[in-house]
């Protein structure tokens, strides 16, 4: 995704690793306040980004997905049946950003509770 000196995210993980700080020498865990948001030297504030990507090149599109709450019908006595569903999008590198911004603390944050409990 993001090149940042010559640096590519290949997946999610590699990237919220950037946002949290590094693990203590034979730690098993980053530090619990990067993980729920609060840590003020790191966060997803900080996330490098190029600067086109910074720019928003609206002529450059971005394929993602993610997942969202939507109507898939109705139930009997007449109220929106909503599913939590996958969706394909291509927007420009802004709105995905924004996207990404808005929500990766959440993950990290989610992913940490994952993590922690399967040990």
């Known amino acids: 995704m ?4 010559g640096k590519v995210y290949k997946g999610i993980t590699q990237l919220w ?3 949290v ?3 203590g020498e034979l730690k098993e865990w980053h530090k619990c306040a990067c993980f729920l948001g609060e840590c003020q030297n790191y966060g997803v504030h900080k996330l490098p980004l190029c600067p086109i990507e910074v720019i928003g ?3 450059y599109k971005v394929s993602w997905t993610c997942f969202e709450t939507g109507v898939v019908g109705q139930s ?3 109220q929106p049946r909503k599913r939590i569903r996958e969706v394909f999008k291509e927007t420009s590198t802004i ?3 924004t ?5 990766l603390q959440t993950f990290i944050k989610c992913n940490f509770v994952v993590r922690s409990q399967n040990t």
């Open 2 to 5: 993001c090149l940042v000196k």
């Open 17 to 19: 690793e950037d946002c």
């Open 21 to 23: 700080c590094k693990k």
């Open 57 to 59: 090149n609206l002529d």
């Open 76 to 78: 009997d006595d007449g």
């Open 95 to 97: 709105e995905f950003l």
């Open 99 to 103: 996207y990404l911004k808005l929500n």
